[in-house]
């Protein structure tokens, strides 16, 4: 089942919004052909792979959907995924059987970063939801839609998550939510985490500020039924809510998510590729030593993404999704120097000689990391997180420190 085609895509990075190109299904893969205005405007919005040329081109593989990579970004994910199924079934629409470019279709202007398709529905006319909307039934509804059966919610509370989360990233339920002007990302528990991973999440985010990681603005949102809900300001949005165009690491080098294929290296290596900017390169040699001194082994090739200034530019966005997490099987999604199990200050030594990362300048990311990571107890403690989880983590934490050195 196809949508009509072809179908146009766009770039709202800017004012007048930019007519991309032509997108189209071709038997097993997507087709695309650059505008006229995209080729005269001469920047590619794909930062490796697809540089602006005239012709027809397809699709690299058919690893993520068939879909060119910087398209595929806008898909949703695990939860997206389930909330679109959820809104096209009343239309009589079956999700899995529609093609990559369909799937963009019904994205429509909902999507991630600064990419829209088509034109925009009647349910897309309004921006997202109100953040002073009544989280706690929110949530309710979004247990409700996972299928709890405990879960009940009105029938206009379900059609409210499954809009304002249908074009959604990661596992967990989450919403795009307005706030005095400004777009924010509110998760609310998956069924498998604690009551406290909102806690969990903002203490993180606190840990992550004091390792010296760029991270968006967070806050935790009270809550009258239990601990609170995380949100986090939307980097793919600007003050005034405009769009950021964005491209995960996954999308940049078509590198299917759930495969261990992108270790550290070849993130440090594509940072280096897409940005020229060695400050973006150690900003990502950080990144990767906090997620190994904190346990988040949850750091796959769509937990880290770039953004387009409006000349062109790359730049690594702010890190996000970190959270304390065992992994896959215990492993890293990415390996640190071939190890995703216990890496050790030597992998991460070797991995920062081979991209000239002084050693004097790998110690001091170390010992900065280690320093925040041992005020875990003072983070959770001010956040909120339960006695339990606090322990729990401190336990994992703790057994990192003694394999790392």
């Known amino acids: 089942m196809s949508a009509p085609l072809p179908l146009e895509v766009g770039l709202c990075a800017s004012h007048p919004a930019l007519s991309l190109a032509r997108l189209a299904w071709a038997g097993r893969r997507a087709a695309l052909e650059w505008s006229a205005s995209a080729l005269e405007h001469g920047v590619p919005p794909d930062p490796l792979l697809y540089p602006l040329e005239r012709g027809v081109i397809e699709a690299r593989s058919g690893v993520l959907e068939g879909l060119h990579g910087f398209l595929a970004d806008s898909l949703p994910d695990a939860w997206g995924r389930r909330m679109m199924r959820r809104r096209l079934r009343r239309q009589a629409i079956e999700y899995d059987r529609l093609d990559g470019v369909a799937k963009l279709a019904h994205v429509g202007h909902r999507g991630r970063g600064a990419l829209v398709y088509g034109e925009a529905r009647a349910d897309e006319d309004a921006d997202d939801a109100d953040l002073d909307l009544d989280l706690d039934r929110l949530a309710s509804a979004a247990r409700a839609a996972l299928g709890d059966e405990d879960a009940e919610a009105p029938p206009a509370d379900l059609r409210q998550v499954e809009l304002f989360g249908s074009a959604s990233g990661g596992a967990r339920p989450k919403l795009h939510l307005k706030r005095g002007g400004a777009d924010w990302l509110v998760k609310f528990p998956a069924p498998e985490d604690p009551p406290d991973i909102g806690p969990m999440e903002q203490a993180y985010a606190e840990m992550a500020r004091a390792a010296q990681i760029e991270i968006s ?95 062109g530019a790359w730049r690594l966005s702010p890190a996000f999704d970190l959270t304390f997490s065992v992994g896959p099987g215990g492993e890293h999604d990415m390996d640190v120097d071939g190890e995703g199990r216990r890496p050790t200050r030597a992998h991460v030594e070797r991995l920062g000689a081979r991209h000239g990362i002084k050693a004097a300048d790998v110690r001091q990311v170390i010992e900065v990391t280690r320093a925040a990571v041992a005020r875990w107890g003072a983070f959770a403690s001010a956040a909120g997180v339960t006695r339990s989880s606090m322990t729990a983590c401190a336990t994992a934490l703790a057994r990192v420190a003694t394999d790392f050195d």
């Not at 405009?242 to 495969?259: D, F, K, N, Y």
């Not at 993130?267 to 973006?280: C, H, K």
């Not at 990144?287 to 409006?310: G, T, W």
Request: proline residues 5%; hydrophobic residues 35%.
């Open 217 to 311: 603005e967070t806050r935790l949102l009270p809550s009258r039924t239990g601990p609170g809900h995380f949100a986090t300001r939307r980097f793919d949005r600007t003050a005034g809510g405009g769009r950021v165009h964005m491209v995960s690491l996954c999308g940049a080098l078509e590198a299917p998510p759930g495969q261990a294929v992108v270790g550290y290296d070849g993130f440090l290596r594509a940072i280096r590729a897409i940005t020229r900017n060695e400050q973006d390169v150690a900003a990502g040699f950080r990144r990767m030593v906090f997620n190994i001194l904190a346990c988040n082994r949850d750091d796959h090739s769509r937990q880290h993404a770039f953004l387009q200034e409006p000349q």
